[in-house]
């Protein structure tokens, strides 16, 4: 776990910290600390002790409201203001998230992506900006045109019989005789079922 520290006397944060001057939220007296980034940081404290004014109050409230002035002056009137925490300067803040002891979800399966909503922009993230690679060979997977794989095809199998296969049934039980009679009456003359040509 990461420590919480003194800032540096530079006046200025470093990449990989988080650097909080003179906050005075709530009952916080005048504090300056230094938090390490990408770090698993705890504050600790008993009750009354300013960790929720440090976490909450001063962290989260600041992240936000410097999100939402990045919105146009159009659209910020819609969402209202928010009030800058009583803190002297705060350096090398993210965007943020919040999430409270006492959440709404009672799923034992959510997960903090889930919660606040960002689950699914990141399946896209990695789905859109990702590299997909082989998992049986390692190599990276390149996405060709209808034209590239027919060229492919008779490039590696010229002078062989081929069988190409479209999947209709995936992963489900049941009886399909009437799929495969409406198959064959579109010309279609063999089915795998169960890796067994019929």
Known sequence: MGNAQAPNSTGFANEGEIRVEGAREHNLKD?????PRNQLVVITGVSGSGKSSLAFDTLYAEGQRRYLETFSAYARQFLGGLERPKVDQITGL???????????????????????????????????????FSMQT??????????????????????????LLAPLVK???GHYRELFE?????GYVRARVDSVLV
């Open 31 to 35: 504090i300056s600390i230094t938090i």
């Open 94 to 132: 993210s965007p943020v998230i919040s999430i409270e002891q006492k959440t709404i979800s009672k799923n034992p399966r959510s997960t903090v992506g889930t919660i606040t909503e960002v689950h699914d922009f990141l399946r896209l993230i990695f789905a859109r900006a990702s590299d997909a």
């Open 182 to 186: 409406s198959v064959m009456k579109q």
């Open 138 to 163: 390692g190599e990276a997977m390149i996405r060709f045109t209808d034209e590239e794989i027919l060229n492919r095809i008779l490039q590696d199998y010229q002078g062989q019989r081929i069988l």
């Open 171 to 173: 992963g489900r039980k």
